[in-house]
């Protein structure tokens, strides 16, 4: 091992509160960005709204409303990564803003917009659990991936955009499928047989050997997410489940057209602010 490299962090299921989950994962994304940019950046593409492995794309998924619905209005992207989704909502005519708490993932945002032409939006470090803007900022806010799997709090992200969303906002998250947690998160026949319990939510932690996380994943069964939702004060407007297509031949970590065909591997959870909250 040469003397930079970091030992191999160990992989276990603990408790993991905020504050540790989100210093976690803004380290674990930061020194994990460029790696990220470079396996899933074209298939994600600089300016295209896909919302998971499974490569649906808002294009055909339309969760937000009617693309020409979309232009002026303002979304806000929560986890954007390096911003390719608020790229294309920027294209249909809308101001996105961009929020990810890792630097370097922003970076990477920075580095597309400077290949592309397009006028340029506010990209902003920040953690989902506190948003920094005013109340009723936003039409529509947007997550693909990003923040929810990786929040200790679902609820608390929740409120938070339900507060800087305008009345009537939509808000559009996706996360893994809540039944990939009882699968060994192996992409072959071997991810095809139940390991451990669908009801077992202790967090995924990777941790180093000081027991610190460097990483973490929360575990939510379909009913949490759905009682999360409406403690956020959002109504559930639908839950997608988006099955494999046969165009899409490549495998993201677990993810992969044997399992896709057999199992749902992403649940997209479509709402609306609930005005009677
Ligand atoms: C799987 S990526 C998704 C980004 C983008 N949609 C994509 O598909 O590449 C998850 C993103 O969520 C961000 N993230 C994780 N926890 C967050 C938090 N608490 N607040 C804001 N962003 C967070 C990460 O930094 C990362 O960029």
Not at 11 to 30: I, L, P, Q
Not at 58 to 84: M, N, S, T, Y
């Amino acid at each position: 091992m040469q003397e930079h490299e970091l030992p191999e962090p160990e992989a276990t299921r603990r408790d993991s509160g905020v504050t540790e989950s989100s210093r976690a994962n803004r380290g674990w994304w930061d020194r994990n960005a460029d790696e990220y940019q470079v396996e899933h950046g074209t298939f994600l593409g600089d300016d295209r709204f896909v919302w998971c492995p499974e490569g649906l794309d808002e294009v055909e998924a339309e969760l937000l409303g009617p693309a020409e619905d979309l232009k002026g209005r303002d979304v806000l992207e929560i986890g954007a990564g390096a911003a390719q989704c608020s790229r294309w909502l920027a294209a249909q005519g809308a101001r996105p803003v961009a929020l990810d708490l890792s630097y370097r993932q922003l970076q990477h945002a920075l580095r597309i917009d400077e290949l592309n032409s397009a006028a340029p939006f506010p990209l902003v470090q920040a953690d989902a659990g506190a948003l920094p803007f005013a109340d009723a900022s936003f039409d529509l806010a947007c997550s693909a991936y990003g923040a929810l799997p990786f929040v200790a709090d679902p609820v608390l992200v929740l409120r938070e955009v339900r507060r800087v969303l305008r009345p009537g906002g939509r808000f559009v998250f996706s996360v893994t499928h809540p039944l990939r947690w009882a699968f060994p998160d192996e992409p072959g026949p071997e991810g095809l047989s139940v390991s451990a319990s669908y009801f077992d939510r202790t967090p995924y932690v990777e941790q180093d050997e000081q027991g610190r996380a460097v990483y973490v994943e929360h575990h939510r069964t379909v009913g949490d997410r759905v009682r999360d939702v409406v403690a956020g004060g959002f109504r559930l407007v639908d839950l997608v489940e988006p099955e494999w297509p046969e165009w899409n031949t490549q495998e993201w970590g677990g993810w992969s057209p044997l399992r896709g065909g057999l199992i749902p591997g992403t649940a997209i959870f479509v709402c609306e602010r609930d005005e009677r909250g």
